[in-house]
């Protein structure tokens, strides 16, 4: 049974990525920097001097392909570490610019998909992930005056890929830890719809002096979600462009191990100054899940639909017999080995003792009261 989880990360480029054994790689899930968008420019001419040159004589389209060829290496070198059956996710949003007084759309995800297709992967239906903004000056154009008005980009893509067909789950002990990370089958609704409207973006502020401004970091409940929908515990995710460490973070939360490269060496303080509060973040969301999952419940039998299954594990009951052998944990203790390498230790979530301590008291007699009508057996204490 997996117990713990070790984590690292490589403060070096993604065009290198020889860190990692080829074929060992389960589940990518990365946010590379946005060809075109302005806050990325600099990073894509580090790379390629072309890029600036491109820039300043206004050949946008130039530009736009030299920063997608420094990407294509990312992923071309993907297609090496991926086992079969693995999954790529890469959360991307395309950008508008206006150069030479032209305004256009820089379309990034159409170009990554087209460059997965022809390295060999397949595309799974992808998500879009709204984001609205209320900015007083989020419309751009000529105002009420067609036709020079513009759309607003309130989107972005996280598209899907997988190397290979279906991945197999051979032996006994790989179908049971694929059991054990089965998710809330309300999870399974929300979380498989090609639409995602509830996810928030992250807070961008830093507040280091040596980092940039803006973090450009993902929220955590994006990595969370893929990760659980994507891969099974013990796992190895890779994430080529960390940032600030959430692929990481949601990774050690989720039970899986990690793996990350980053460019810039000043986000190693930002991740150790997170480790410390990080167990008692990951735990309440833990709590948060099991919390919800019990409200849903409670709401369904309400509704006339007494549950059939039950998690052994928590003492929960639940929709589908594919969530009786789950199983939750809380981390117990993160270890910094040194070397940008953490070890995460998980304990197990007792029979009850994950209700007694999230439902509110009348909420749990209730779901007792309830669920023992129903000759469901809950042991709460
Ligand atoms: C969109 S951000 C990713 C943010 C991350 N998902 C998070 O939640 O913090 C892209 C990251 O890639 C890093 N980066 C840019 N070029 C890189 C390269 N060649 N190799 C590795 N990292 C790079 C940037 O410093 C930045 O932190």
């Given at each position: ?19 990692v054994?080829?074929?060992?790689v389960?589940?990518v ?208 995710i890779l994430d080529p ?18 793996m ?122």
């Amino acid at each position: 049974m997996q117990k713990q989880t070790s984590h690292r990360v490589n403060y070096r480029s993604a065009g290198e990525l020889n860190l990692v054994d080829e074929r060992s790689v389960d589940l990518v899930v990365t946010s590379p920097p946005y060809p075109m968008i302005e806050m990325w420019d600099r990073d894509f001419c580090v790379l390629n001097g072309a890029i600036q040159t491109a820039l300043s004589a206004g050949e946008c389209a130039r530009a736009f392909n030299l920063m997608h060829e420094e990407l294509d290496k990312v992923w071309n070198r993907l297609h090496f570490l991926v086992k079969d059956g693995g999954i790529v996710c890469v959360n991307v949003g395309d950008a508008t610019r206006t150069v030479k007084e032209n305004f256009q759309l820089f379309s990034s995800h159409s170009r990554i998909i087209n460059k997965f297709l022809s390295i060999g992967f397949q595309n799974l239906p992808n998500i879009i992930w709204r984001k609205t903004t209320n900015a007083p000056n989020k419309f751009m154009g000529s105002g009420m005056l067609p036709p020079g008005a513009y759309v607003t980009l309130e989107h972005e893509y996280i598209l899907v890929f997988r190397k290979g067909g279906k991945r197999n789950f051979k032996t006994p002990s790989e179908k049971q830890l694929r059991r054990e990370s089965a998710f809330f089958w309300e999870e399974r609704n929300q979380w498989f719809s090609d639409v995602w409207f509830d996810l928030k973006g992250a807070g961008q502020d830093l507040n280091h002096d040596d980092l940039r401004k803006r973090s450009a970091a993902f929220p955590f409940e994006l990595a969370y979600r893929l990760i659980n929908m994507f891969s099974v515990k013990g796992d190895l995710i890779l994430d080529p462009f960390l940032g600030t460490g959430t692929t990481m973070f949601a990774a050690m939360a989720a039970e899986r191990n990690s793996m990350g490269y980053e460019i810039d060496e000043n986000f190693r303080r930002h991740i150790s100054n997170k480790l410390p509060e990080f167990s008692g973040f990951a735990n309440k969301m833990i709590q948060t899940r099991i919390a919800s999952h019990g409200k849903f419940m409670e709401e369904r039998l309400r509704n006339g639909n007494p549950p059939k299954f039950e998690i052994q594990t928590l003492g929960l009951p639940c929709v589908s017999r594919q969530e009786s052998d789950m199983i939750l944990r809380y981390i117990g203790s993160i270890e910094d080995l040194g070397d940008d390498t953490y070890k995460a230790n998980y304990t197990d979530i007792s029979d009850g003792a994950a209700l007694v301590t999230t439902l509110s008291p009348p909420a749990l007699r209730g779901a007792k009261r309830e669920l023992n009508r129903d000759q469901i057996h809950l042991n709460l204490k």
